[in-house]
């Protein structure tokens, strides 16, 4: 089955121990994102990437990086988490660049940072 | 920033009417793409429509039809005869000749019986 897969679903730390969200797609899309969803301001880009090892900086970059060493893996590092990065993530993929085909979502990771 | 604007923030209808949700964007690019997602209360995050800016063709899908309209920068979508189904929020968002998605706030859509 063609899908976008996030892990954990579920996150609970607390301020400043490292973690990483994984993400992964079975449908060789070279395209792959990281977005925030917040209450009130909708789905914000965090970083993107248009192919392996190529990255850059979406609407909200700081605290968070990324890597792209395979394609089918974009995942997303929080080195030092704050209460602000409290959210709910969506990792998301498309075959090339979203203003061509459509962007299909993983189904999203709720971490919560204490 | 080239913001999406989703002014209206929670609409409330009776099944069967129709609605239409307003999207409006701002940009500096000749080329750029809009579209509208629609997330259900469970939570996936559902494309409906891509648009480029070089298509002012209304487009209409079952009970879903969307127009667009240059002049205003606006981007509307429209559910005739709404269904409880269609309860979720819809996001609007637009893409440019920097390669960043953005999405509007998002618009909560809630469809009674």
Redesign the interface.
């Known amino acids: 089955e063609a899908q976008v897969t996030q892990n954990p679903r579920y996150l609970i730390t607390v301020t400043g121990k490292k973690l990483t969200v994984t993400c992964s797609q079975n449908m060789n899309h070279e395209y792959m994102s990281w977005y925030r969803q917040d209450p009130g301001l909708g789905l914000r880009q965090i970083y993107y990437s248009m192919n392996v090892e190529v990255t850059d900086k979406g609407d909200v970059p700081e605290g968070y990086k990324v890597s792209r060493k395979e394609k089918r893996n974009f995942p997303l590092i929080l080195e030092s988490p704050s209460p602000n990065q409290t959210s709910l993530y969506f990792c998301a993929s498309s075959l090339k660049h979203p203003s061509y085909n459509e962007q299909f979502f993983g189904p999203g990771t709720r971490l919560t940072v204490l | ?1 080239q913001k999406v604007t ?1 002014a209206q ?1 929670e609409i409330s209808v009776v099944e069967k009417e129709d609605v239409t949700l307003d999207c409006v964007y701002e940009t500096r690019d000749t080329t ?2 809009l ?1 509208w997602y629609k997330q259900p209360p469970s ?3 559902v ?1 409906l429509i ?1 648009r ?1 800016s070089f298509d002012e063709q209304n487009e209409i899908s079952g009970r879903y039809s969307w127009n667009f309209q240059k002049s205003t920068s606006s981007f509307n979508f429209t559910i005739t005869a709404s269904q409880v189904v269609d309860s979720a929020v819809y ?1 609007c ?1 637009r ?1 440019g000749a920097n ?8 618009i909560t859509l809630s469809v009674r019986p």
């Not at chain 2, 390669?99 to 998002?106: A, E, I, P, V």
């Open positions: 920033a989703q923030t750029y793409y579209f939570g996936e995050l494309f891509r480029n996001f968002a893409t390669s960043k998605l953005t999405f509007g706030k998002g």
